[in-house]
């Protein structure tokens, strides 16, 4: 079952990211039955934040001095985002390791590390939004994070979907 499982949830996982590649973009090829788990997950993780830079990059105008400031910005935003994601894609692969003997403890952990993930994303948005202000102008930072909010829910409900409700 655990295998199984942990294959759905790849699946689904690259699946969520291939949904939102343009028609210009190619898939990563990744054979999850010679690839670990790690290497997946992180190929979902790489898939996402280019496809995060690339839909921002299609729906906020920059002037050519605008870019040059808020790409290399944009980039270390990425930067501290992986290590959430990364969290965040760890827990779920313990979750699936550990689904068919899930006590307590462990459905309370797996829903104080989405809460945990939920407050840090908050958190890593408001410290970088002064510094997109900067970069670009108000109105532009705020767009920049409202596209980058909204991708993170649709993410979200993509990865909660799948994976099974505790009991």
Known sequence: MRNTL???VSVCLLSMSAITWTAAQQPR???VSSTSMDEVLEAVRQDLQETRAGII?????LTAEQAAKFWPLYD???KEQNVVMDQQLKGI???IERFD???DAAALGLI????DR???MSTLRKKWLPAFQKALNTKLAVRVMQIDRRLGLAQQIQFTSKIPLAH
Do not use: I, M, R
Request: proline letters at 0%; zero cysteines; charged letters at 10%.
């Open 101 to 103: 003997s899930l006590d």
């Open 112 to 115: 104080t590390a989405h809460l």
């Open 57 to 61: 990059g299609k729906n906020v105008t």
């Open 93 to 95: 692969q313990q979750f």
């Open 76 to 78: 270390a935003y990425q």
């Open 29 to 31: 090829a990744v054979n």
């Open 6 to 8: 942990a294959l759905l």
């Open 118 to 120: 939920d407050a840090q």
